[in-house]
């Protein structure tokens, strides 16, 4: 059996998340598995490493599909680079080992929301970032995204529609820079519940702007209550930028 890892990236704005929904939705798992099933004349089901909600975008998404048939490295990147919407790139193809799993594999997945942090929007970049007119204040910021490092139970940060039994997640680090205008958060940790990545933002949106304070971060998650986070950072924000294995 040859097993294919994919590196994926994509514009996320007009798909409803990467994972497939049944016989339908607009998702990319379902037009890679479209455009791959036509390939070898079968039908093709791949694993993602992360199933991004509806918006949101990725730089460098790894998935995987089996095939009993053989394809090169090149075939396989080329019909799906021809056949696939302009807003889903494929940028890597390899045979790799038939254990390799892309979700199970994984040990460190990389998250970068991006905040357009001026009094004026951004005509460029609007569907690639949140605006916020009110200056944030970073320090405020970086204190309190410590309260998130380490392993807790992020219950409070996460989707009554997560499936997930175990809500205990570790967070690496949290950086967040300036950058011509952006406000860049990147979060980096073993895995992300639901709408874990946009709650955490949303927070630390909450403490930029002095609505909260960066203690308060270390209370809500002890609460475990999601109703204690208050917003949620928009969808169109948010990228996949890293998953190390």
Known sequence: MNNYKLKV??????????????????????????????????????????????????????????????????????????????????????????????RYNAKEKTYLYKIWNKEYTNPFMRKY???????????????????????????????A??????KVREIYSINIEENQGFVEIRVRGNGFLYNMVRKIVGALIKVGLYEMGPEDILKIIDSKERKHVGIMAEACGLYLEKIKF
């Open 9 to 102: 990236q994509y514009d996320g704005g007009r798909y409803r998340g990467w994972q497939r929904l049944g016989n339908g939705g607009n998702t990319i798992q379902g037009k890679i598995e479209e455009v791959l099933s036509k390939l070898v004349g079968e039908e093709i089901k791949i694993n993602g490493c992360s199933r991004t909600d509806s918006g949101v975008h990725a730089l460098a998404q790894i998935a995987n599909f089996k095939s009993n048939k053989k394809f090169t490295e090149v075939e396989v990147k080329k019909y799906l680079n021809k056949y696939l919407p302009q807003d889903i790139s494929i940028t890597e193809v390899r045979l790799v080992a038939e254990s390799f799993h892309p």
């Open 129 to 159: 970032s949140m605006h916020i007119d009110r200056k944030l204040d970073i320090k405020r910021m970086e204190t309190a995204s410590r309260f998130f490092v380490g392993e807790h139970d992020f219950t409070a940060f996460s989707n």
């Open 161 to 166: 529609k997560s499936k997930k039994k175990s």
